[in-house]
């Protein structure tokens, strides 16, 4: 029987933000939705998210520590990891994900490895690329002295057509043929006929004319017309070197690397060197450069694919200035066009950019990015959307207020942007995980167990991320966002929890207390399985804590369903309005909802509806 004069509050859950007063916000703001993501099959319903799981933990690695580079190439997961095996040094891994093993590194040394890093405070964080046949790495850790950066040489290639003299010294002479273009290249492993190399030498300089090269180790003999064997790592076996740009050395130790038009890019102190197209080790003019007319160094780079009116998709590099600058590179270098070649660069806008690094990443709308301001986008048409989230439209304090802003780290996959930040306006200052639904434009979250380091990952599914998770060194851990049938909900040796709260709700538009007795909440439950419910004021008091219990509902097993023939997750009746028992009348001005509860096979949550009435007295003022 209905309740005369009563009105009903209705909360259709759209996605997170970060607002407190639901009367100003969007239709269905939630101020938690922790653990929780937009069910597949309906809008404004909400279902756990699968549990991370781990991959690996470095086995056969001495003391594996912090993870400092990750990037994921098809099914390998390059990075540089902190090692006991080198005393305060940080060596190269290739871990193949589909295998489960670790490819084996030749070429590995204390003296061609950089310092590990702090896990403390702000950094720079360690950038990873592919570039032609070969990973480059830059890292703070290297030394100026004498390696800049380092690589994986993945190139398969072997040579033993080339002559030349051994003369007791580093010095290699009287090539019989042009080494560059014959593909040699510095860091690759080279003897003699004569052996008179010695084992391990490699390539460390070769002269412009591609005639005479140095090496790594002196020859014991001299020798003329011996034959030499060149050959480089395997993507089965890759070969590590470290050193700088053959030909043209770059001026510092870049701060990151990118690949554009097939090109090694190099952030360096006076704006950016490049490598010639192919080979990311050598660059053979002097103009292989551009300077910034501004006077601020790149700190960071990002590639963006511009749709054009006329002329198709223009690839271009965006080059981050720090949080206030940023700048579009288009065209591609051309010796006989001058220094600059065929390239332009344009400013992207002023008082925008980033000091998170790991934040900037590719999607299917455009460049994303943590902005000084929030969540921001370089869209393919090149401008910069307003940040995203912010104005309670979303999650954007969780960003403004990280702690060390530089550690926040970012990928895409699927449908899903996740970044994981520090929340310093948080109690207790928490690592938490927020993810952008891009299609839905929503957020959920704040997610529990966040990455040091994440990496999108194709795997079978499609939607899978590949993550160092923060806390937890010396191990790789597979992550993903959309639910499936093969997927946990226990996490780190935890059953996941879940937060479904609202904002403050909707105070009617009136001085008046109100009074609640009924509410329901539209769910589907495993049989026997709890939900806590909190009734809270606007002060954060709680009111009342009913519990919801399900009674009478068979589910199916997860991954016997099949989508389309039904609501996920049971047999009829699927989703049902519950009731939400009160022990008392539930006075207030206003009210948020927190539902709480352990994730379950087959769980939905959506809608709740609360009937509520104005009393006829004023509020009184409270804290």
Not at 222 to 239: D, E, F, K, M, N
Request: glycine residues 12%; proline residues 6%; hydrophobic residues 40%.
């Amino acid at each position: 029987m209905a309740i005369r004069g009563f009105k009903t509050i209705s909360v259709r859950p759209k996605g997170l933000t970060d607002g407190v007063d639901g009367t100003n916000l969007f239709p269905g703001a939630m101020e938690s939705l922790s653990n929780l993501i937009p069910a597949p099959n309906n809008p404004q319903m909400w279902v756990p998210r699968p549990a991370s799981f781990v991959l690996t933990t470095f086995p056969g690695f001495n003391s594996p520590g912090e993870i400092e580079c990750l990037r994921v190439v098809g099914n390998i997961a390059y990075g540089l990891i902190a090692s006991g095996a080198y005393a305060s040094r940080s060596q190269p891994f290739a871990y193949n994900i589909a295998t489960n093993t670790f490819l084996s590194i030749s070429g590995v040394t204390a003296g061609n490895l950089p310092a590990s890093l702090s896990t403390a405070g702000d950094w720079v964080p360690p950038t990873c690329d592919v570039v032609g046949n070969r990973v480059v790495f830059t890292h703070p850790g290297f030394s100026s002295g004498s390696n800049f950066f380092g690589w994986l040489d993945i190139s398969g290639f072997t040579s033993s057509s080339i002559t030349g003299a051994t003369n007791g010294t580093n010095a290699l002479t009287s090539l019989s043929f042009n080494a560059l273009q014959a593909g040699w290249n510095i860091g690759m492993a080279i003897s003699s006929s004569a052996g008179d190399i010695p084992a391990g030498t490699t390539i460390t300089a070769i002269a412009v004319n591609g005639l005479s090269a140095t090496l790594s180790a002196a020859a014991t003999g001299s020798h003329a017309g011996v034959i030499l064997t060149v050959y480089g790592g395997t993507t089965a076996a890759p070969q590590w070197g470290a050193g700088n740009t053959n030909g043209n050395a770059l001026v510092s130790i870049p701060v990151a690397v990118k690949n554009f038009t097939g090109r090694a890019w190099f952030a360096v102190a006076n704006g950016r060197q490049f490598s010639d197209s192919g080979n990311a080790t050598q660059i053979t003019n002097a103009g292989q450069a551009l300077t910034n007319s501004n006077g601020l160094p790149d700190t960071a780079f990002g590639g963006l694919p511009v749709y054009q009116t006329t002329g198709g998709v223009l690839q271009t590099l965006i080059a981050f200035q720090g949080a206030s600058q940023m700048v579009m590179i288009t065209g591609d270098f051309s010796a006989s066009a001058g220094s600059a070649g065929a390239l332009a660069v344009n400013s992207v806008g002023t008082g925008q950019g980033t000091i998170a690094p790991n934040s900037i990443v590719n999607t299917n709308k455009g460049l994303v990015f943590v902005a000084s301001d929030g969540l921001r986008m370089i869209d393919q048409g090149g401008n910069i959307t307003p940040p995203i989230g912010a104005d309670g439209q979303g999650v954007s304090l969780g960003f403004l207020e990280a702690v060390f802003p530089s550690r926040i780290c970012a990928a895409f996959n699927g449908d899903t942007y996740r970044a994981s930040v520090q929340n310093g306006g948080a109690q207790n200052q928490p690592h938490e995980e927020y993810w952008y639904h891009l299609s839905r434009k929503v957020w959920s979250g704040a997610h529990t167990f966040p990455a040091s380091l994440i990496q999108p990952w194709q795997g079978s599914a499609g939607n899978g991320f590949i993550i160092a998770p923060y806390g937890i060194p010396g191990q790789l851990w597979q992550s993903n966002s959309t639910p499936g049938p093969a997927d946990s909900l226990v996490e780190n040796g935890l059953a996941l929890t879940w937060e479904f709260s609202t904002t403050l709700l909707p105070d009617g538009f009136a001085e008046a207390e109100n009074v609640m007795v009924q509410a329901t909440v539209m769910c589907c439950l495993q049989n026997a399985q709890t939900i806590q419910v909190s009734a809270r004021n606007e002060i954060g008091a709680v009111l009342d804590t009913p519990t919801i219990t399900a009674t009478g509902v068979s589910l199916y097993i997860w991954g016997t369903f099949l989508w389309g023939e039904g609501f996920w997750g049971s047999t009829a009746p699927k989703v049902v309005q519950r009731p939400i028992y009160w022990s008392k009348p539930i006075q207030f001005k206003q009210m948020s909802l927190q539902l709480t509860g352990t994730s379950t096979a087959g769980m939905i949550l959506g809608n709740v509806y609360a009937a509520y009435k104005p009393l006829g007295y004023q509020t009184a003022q409270q804290g």
